[in-house]
């Protein structure tokens, strides 16, 4: 596809189960964010990822939240042992090469019921 | 930490008006970029800087880099309804470096 494709796009869970998100960037962009968006708020930075480096995790909020990339492609977000604290819409986009514009994905509405 | 101040945080206008709104920062970055965010969206890449003092422009908006590498403004010229939405800033330190935004400026225009 052209853009970010992010999925799913709604995700309702019950408090406790673990959820993964999934991201699909823009083919050959090399850096990958995933941002937080709490309903009338603005963007939480989670993580970045940028190529081979170790990615930037210092937007984690808990040890229950982690994500994953391989290589330049895929990245996913995990959700251990959800809480309702944790719904939000959660955001992806990616960009061709550090420092460059990123690109946004429609992002993931999660809900925890 | 890297903190982005935007305003206004809200405005409401007459269709037909020109709006500016800014972003100024203790830190100093190397990219600003200018989003727009529709509801139920995400948000839309508008115009991107790279170089201190660069002006640019798409369309109907401007956007500074300012001198300082420390602030951006943004203007849209004779706003019309489809610019109703929330803008925000961002601004990245280095390739190194994630993309830090400001708090979003809502836009309301009364037609």
């Known amino acids: 596809g052209a853009g970010v494709s992010q999925s799913p796009s709604n995700k309702v869970t019950e408090k406790g189960k673990d959820v993964e998100l999934r991201c699909d960037p823009i083919?050959?962009?090399?850096?990958l964010y995933w941002y937080r968006q709490r309903l009338g708020q603005g963007l939480e930075f989670l993580i970045y990822f940028q190529g081979n480096s170790a990615p930037d995790k210092s937007g984690l909020p808990s040890d229950r939240f982690s994500a994953e990339r391989t290589g330049e492609s895929v990245s996913t977000l995990t959700i251990q042992r959800t809480q309702q604290e944790d719904s939000a819409v959660y955001l992806c986009?990616?960009?061709?090469?550090?420092?460059?514009?990123?690109?946004f994905g429609q992002g993931t509405r999660l809900t925890v019921v | 930490g890297q903190q982005l101040n935007q305003s206004p945080q809200s405005m409401f206008i007459q269709e037909g008006e020109d709006v500016s709104m800014n972003c100024t920062s203790s830190s100093i970055f190397n990219t600003w970029l200018w989003y727009k965010q529709d509801p139920g969206e995400g948000p839309v890449l508008l115009i991107a800087l790279y170089k201190a003092g660069e002006l640019t422009s798409n369309g109907r908006l401007t956007a500074q880099f300012g001198i300082t590498r420390k602030d951006s403004f943004l203007n849209i010229s004779a706003s019309i309804p489809s610019d109703v939405g929330i803008y925000f800033c961002?601004?990245?330190?280095?390739?190194?470096?994630?993309?830090?935004f400001g708090q979003g400026t809502r836009l309301t225009i009364n037609p």
């Open positions: 961002a601004g990245q330190l280095g390739g190194a470096q994630k993309l830090v």
């Open positions: 986009a990616s960009s061709w090469a550090p420092g460059q514009g990123a690109f």
């Open positions: 083919s050959g962009h090399t850096a």
